[in-house]
């Protein structure tokens, strides 16, 4: 059937999902209309000026304490990762995901008061703050990273507001998230027998012990392991840039062309082209494997090397094409196919290492957050020096990098099972 159990908790854990990457982001959705971003912009030409409108700022930080400030949330992060999964498996993901979505929730509320009382009370909060996302994130299947940025980039108009609504929103999901979710569903109370014992027949399938420390030096010296964490590094290094700074961009570089309120529909736009891109790459991977066209590693390396080369142009052409509204506009949309990597090295652990892709997959997330810790900080201090060739300095560094992550992936990727990840676990 179509109204199963399994179905309403999956939309509730996408509803979860949504909160928690809506509070994750949303003061770097929210900068633009918190700062005076006229020192992001440099003369773009003389004859643009008159169309500049002068806006007074709520906040006056320079674009290197607005990267130290957005990557905040990453720092302690990265350490989280290990002892939120150790927690998990003693407290159960039910009440860890709970507790992080009420206190992510109730730290959000607290976001405009710790703007106006200083950058470190807000650093603090966004460091607390991102602890608590880390519990929810790492306890559960991840979803909703491009729909809660089409959402909100639509309907953030007043700072406070959104972020108060999302504050409120997030407190309502807490309070049925315990009464609706279960963490065996043999404690269900709702659940068919039927679905109850396929879920249970699912789960059987898995492995529940992990001997990793007699493959930890094999998981050291797999050097297709390692081009997955190397790409996803430098994926997420341009996943962070493009959520904490490609809103400024728009509203300060592109409202010289084109109003507020467009800017931020434009800002949706190309976060609904970046969805589409996804469901569309994972639609020819599957085409081009179901056709026996070809080879499953060829698959990944080429929708990873469409997802990395085109973003990567764009951005380098991005600074010369500023100055015209058509241009701008093709080549913004064009950077949004970098989702085509979710059919090619994002999921490349479900080849190579079936057994373990839930604890790679946190491990690719240290790499993540500590990539996205180190992105912002970088882009801000590239603008905070030279306001004229900022921009320009920060798509070409994004783009080196990217590039130098799909070069190691091209090298190094395999797709077959390794021989590590074969045998059977104690």
């Not at 592109?254 to 790459?281: E, K, V």
Request: charged share 10%; proline share 3%.
């Amino acid at each position: 059937g179509f109204c199963l159990v399994r179905h309403g908790l999956a939309l509730i854990v996408h509803l979860c999902n949504f909160l928690i990457l809506s509070q994750q982001m949303n003061l770097s959705i929210a900068m633009p209309a918190t700062v005076n971003n006229t020192t992001l912009l440099g003369p773009l030409n003389a004859s643009m000026e008159r169309f500049s409108v002068i806006q007074a700022p709520t906040c006056d930080w320079s674009p290197q304490v607005q990267g130290i400030i957005l990557s905040s949330i990453n720092y302690v992060s990265i350490l989280a990762q290990i002892p939120t999964g150790y927690i998990a498996g003693i407290f159960e993901a039910k009440y860890l995901v709970g507790v992080g979505l009420l206190l992510s929730s109730i730290l959000t509320f607290f976001i405009p008061l710790a703007a106006d009382a200083g950058v470190a009370l807000l650093m603090v909060l966004q460091i607390v703050q991102g602890i608590a996302q880390v519990m929810v994130l790492t306890s559960q299947i991840n979803s909703s990273a491009l729909l809660y940025q089409v959402i909100e980039t639509k309907l953030l108009a007043h700072m406070a507001n959104w972020i108060l609504f999302l504050g409120g929103i997030g407190c309502a999901c807490f309070v049925l998230w315990f009464p609706l979710v279960y963490n065996d569903p043999i404690d269900h109370l709702s659940i068919s027998t039927g679905e109850k014992e396929y879920i249970m027949y699912s789960l059987d399938q898995q492995v529940h012990l992990m001997n990793l420390s007699a493959i930890s030096l094999a998981m050291i010296k797999s050097l297709p392991l390692w081009g997955i964490l190397v790409f996803y590094f430098s994926e997420y290094w341009i996943f962070y840039f493009f959520i904490a700074y490609m809103p400024t961009y728009i509203s300060s570089v592109c409202t010289l062309l084109i109003s507020g309120p467009q800017s931020r529909i434009l800002s949706a736009l190309l976060i609904s082209i970046a969805f589409i891109s996804t469901i569309l790459g994972g639609l020819l991977a599957d085409f081009l494997l179901s056709r026996k066209i070809l080879r499953l590693m060829t698959i990944r390396k080429f929708s990873t090397a469409i997802g990395v080369v085109v973003p990567s142009v764009v951005l380098v052409s991005l600074h010369w094409v500023r100055s015209n509204l058509s241009t701008s506009m093709v080549s913004l949309a064009l950077s949004s196919t970098t989702t085509f990597c979710y059919a090619g090295a994002l999921i490349n652990f479900l080849d190579i290492v079936p057994r373990y892709t839930g604890f790679l997959r946190g491990m690719s997330q240290d790499f993540g957050h500590l990539s996205g810790a180190i992105s912002s900080a970088v882009a801000g201090f590239l603008i905070n020096q030279d306001s004229e060739s900022g921009w320009r300095n920060v798509f070409l560094t994004s783009a080196s990098i990217y590039v130098l992550g799909l070069v190691f992936y091209i090298i190094f990727g395999r797709a077959e099972v390794q021989d590590w990840a074969t045998g059977h676990l104690i």
